[in-house]
């Protein structure tokens, strides 16, 4: 609420009362006698106009407050405001209620009205006035009368002589009734009983009911031409009224004068009769103007209670709606998320509950969000330490050389790491996570996993070696239970024996060797020996047949034959040496060394044998260098280059590619690519291993030769077949700055790779 609201409430509050004390006054002048309300003069008169035009001008006002707030409403109503209907509702409901008893009220009154005013104005009343005047009038003609027969007799007792005039008088006194009787000759006073007058010698004339006539002063003198006027005035002396009559004396020309008195207070009461008369004449000529004037009345009662009934509905619609829109403006800051807002509203009873249910609502959500807030950040440390673990778990699971991965109680899996990707999908193209383990695994092998996954149930762990796709596989299934040991799932791993099953081979080959390598070297000696003895004595022989002039074919044939042998023993020879290479093969001395040299001085060795062939290099200019033994590395590339030109001799396109390239993770790639026959998945398996070899006349230790030293530089080497034809031989070599974190220890990783 502003803080203009206030303001104006009270002074809509103070006008509203001056107007009511205002109309309530006029109200009071109009309907009642009120005498301290009565204006009496001019300045009241003022006043009171004053204040009719005060009252009129609030009127106004107030009407006009009215139909701004009207206006107000209805374009709310219009605008579709919140709350505006309902105010629409309360006032028309409020004017609708009081409508048919104000309208009852009006024409009530307005016809009792019509009817008090037909009723003060009827005929019956009027006749009492006429009849209250004829009263009056018969009454002063009636005294006049006595008067009159009073002075009669009077006069016709009368002596001549002048002396007992005043006797004569006096002997009338029982019949003047307390008046009084004056003797005038030729208008003078001559003799008077009981004459009253006033100090100053002055008296009141008047009549009873004079129409359109007031009393007047006048002296004793003119009491004779007062009793000669023909309307019957009325002599009045203090508070005595004197009805007057007259009478001639006969012969002299005397008047006699006669005052009988009128009863005590029939003046009076006369005068108010005629009063009352004339201001019932007065209001019988305005009954016109007071039927208007009371209407008005009636039409202002009207019009101020239907303001008022307009006024109440407005007010209460205002006590509804506006703590309703306050808790509706509140109820939008709640709902963005601002609960510290409370509502300040002044209300009702109900709504004042509503209030105070409102702020304690909102009390109860702040302290709610305040404890969610803390819940939230407690949980979100929970989740960030449960991350890391997590970040940690899977950094640990890839780190691991083995295939691992989690699986449901369905045997779908849920977390797999990348060693156990590489091993089913080389391509890594394929997102194993929701994927049932059905349809990873080849079908013919799915029976046995399904044994494994019964005895982990029994047993808790299960392990069995497989060969698929073309790796020797060691496989182990455990159970995995919750804390109440609840199944929960598996954890399969999948570990890759087959560089294990050919560091076997290659072991028992070099033992193979040595042993053949041993026994072969101690009679080749012997045998080489006896082989030169044989031929330096054939040769002694023929020379001595020559000497003696002799022919003879054995010399020849023995020399022959003693050649071949140290031919067939040399060849032995080289085997063996072979032999002992391969099983003692001599420590590389590895320093940086530029790989693209290596190249270069290996493809140098072959410059005889690469006439027909194509060669394209693509060495890296910006290749680091790499920690190695070049003569070592020369050797091995050199063996490959070899079985590249060898694979390609009855092919009709020779083309071979070497490359060099540095990778990401910091290793540097070599790759010698031929397009030969290529290399099938059985000849993988075998193809790194000593005396394995498909060339006729290949002894089949170059492959494994070249593949030991890689492995002593730390570095791996894998075959493939190259597209559309041929075979790629690729090797990946850690950089200098690699090889000194690299463990003293050869820490080699040989594989075959589709």
């Given amino acids: 609420m502003s803080p203009a609201t206030p303001t104006r409430k009270a002074l809509t509050i103070v006008l509203g009362v001056c107007l009511l004390v205002l109309f309530l006054t006029l109200a009071a002048l109009n309907a009642f006698k009120l005498d301290f309300l009565d204006p009496s003069s001019t300045p009241q008169i003022f006043l009171f106009t004053a204040l009719s035009t005060i009252a009129f001008l609030l009127f106004v006002v107030v009407l006009i407050l009215l139909t701004r707030n009207l206006l107000k409403l209805y374009a709310e109503h219009r605008s579709r405001l919140l709350g505006s209907r309902l105010r629409a509702r309360m006032v028309w409901g409020a004017v609708i209620l009081s409508l048919l008893p104000i309208a009852f009220m009006f024409a009530f009154s307005y016809l009792l009205m019509n009817r008090a005013v037909e009723r003060w104005f009827s005929q019956p009343v009027t006749q009492l006035r006429d009849d209250s005047n004829s009263l009056a009038v018969e009454l002063s003609r009636y005294a006049a009368a006595n008067a009159r027969a009073e002075a009669q007799a009077i ?18 006194e029982i019949t003047l009734q307390g008046g009084f009787a004056a003797i005038y000759r030729n208008n003078t006073l001559v003799a008077a009983v009981h004459l009253p007058q006033e100090q100053n010698g002055h008296v009141v004339i008047k009549q009873l009911l004079p129409e359109g006539s007031a009393a007047a002063s006048a002296s004793i003198a003119e009491l004779l031409q007062t009793a000669l006027r023909s309307d019957d005035p009325l002599y009045s002396v203090g508070n005595q009224d004197f009805a007057l009559g007259t009478a001639w004396v006969k012969p002299n020309g005397d008047i006699v004068v006669v005052g009988l008195p009128l009863p005590a207070g029939m003046s009076d009461t006369v005068s108010r009769i005629r009063t009352a008369a004339d201001t019932y004449w007065t209001l019988f000529r305005t009954r016109r103007s007071i039927r208007n004037q009371y209407m008005l009345l009636l039409l202002m009662i009207t019009g101020l209670a239907l303001f008022a009934s307009v006024w109440l509905g407005l007010h209460l619609s205002r006590q509804v709606t506006r703590p309703v829109e306050t808790l509706a403006d509140a109820m939008e800051d709640i709902a963005a998320g601002n609960y510290a807002r409370r509502v300040e509203a002044s209300a009702t009873e109900e709504l004042g509950e509503l209030v105070r249910s409102f702020n304690h609502m909102a009390t109860d959500l702040q302290s709610s969000r305040t404890q969610i807030t803390e819940s939230t950040q407690q949980l979100s440390l929970a989740n960030a330490a449960l991350e890391a673990r997590r970040k940690e778990l899977e950094t640990m699971l890839e780190t691991i050389p083995n295939g691992v991965v989690m699986l449901d109680i369905h045997q779908r899996a849920v977390l797999a790491n990348r060693a156990f990707s590489e091993m089913l999908d080389p391509g890594g193209q394929r997102a194993f996570t929701g994927l049932a383990l059905s349809s990873v695994i080849p079908a013919e092998h799915m029976p046995e996993f399904e044994r494994l996954f019964r005895r982990s149930h029994r047993m808790g762990s299960a392990s069995t070696e497989i060969e698929m796709m073309g790796l020797n596989l060691s496989v182990t299934v455990a159970l995995l239970e919750s804390a109440e040991r609840n199944h929960r799932g598996y954890v399969l791993v999948l570990e890759n024996a087959t ?37 330096r004595h054939a040769g002694r022989i023929e020379t001595q047949l020559q000497e003696a002039h002799l022919e003879s074919p054995s010399p020849a044939v023995i020399r022959r034959s003693s050649g071949t042998i140290l031919s067939a023993v040399e060849s032995l020879r080289t085997l063996v040496d072979q032999f002992s290479s391969l099983a003692e093969f001599p420590m590389a001395r590895p320093r940086p060394a530029d790989l693209n040299t290596i190249v270069e001085n290996s493809l140098a060795l072959f410059a005889g044998r690469t006439q027909n062939v194509r060669i394209r290099q693509n060495l890296s200019r910006v290749l680091p260098l790499v920690l190695a033994d070049p003569e070592a590395l020369k050797r091995a590339l050199s063996n490959l280059i070899d079985n590249a030109l060898e694979a390609m001799q009855n092919q009709l396109l020779r083309e071979l590619r070497i490359s060099t390239s540095p990778l990401s993770s910091g290793m540097v790639e070599l790759v010698v690519e031929d397009t030969g026959t290529g290399v099938t998945d059985e000849m993988r398996e075998r193809l790194f291993l000593p005396y394995f070899s498909t060339k006729q006349r290949g ?31 690729i090797i990946e070599l850690p950089s200098a700055s690699e090889s000194d974190n690299q463990p003293t220890q050869p820490n080699q990783q040989l594989t075959a790779s589709n």
């Fill in 155 to 172: 006069a016709t007792s009368l002596p001549n002589n002048n002396k007992d005039l005043l006797r004569k008088l006096q002997e009338h």
């Fill in 499 to 535: 560089e294990l099953l050919r560091a076997q081979r290659q072991s028992a080959w070099k033992e193979v060797a040595r042993r053949v390598a041993h026994e072969i070297k101690n009679p080749l000696t012997p045998i080489s020996l006896s082989a030169e003895q044989i031929q």
């Fill in 699 to 729: 002894t089949g230790l170059g492959l494994a030769i070249a593949a030991k030293i890689v492995q002593e530089h730390h570095g791996t080497i894998r075959a493939e077949n190259a597209t559309p034809v041929g075979a790629r031989f």
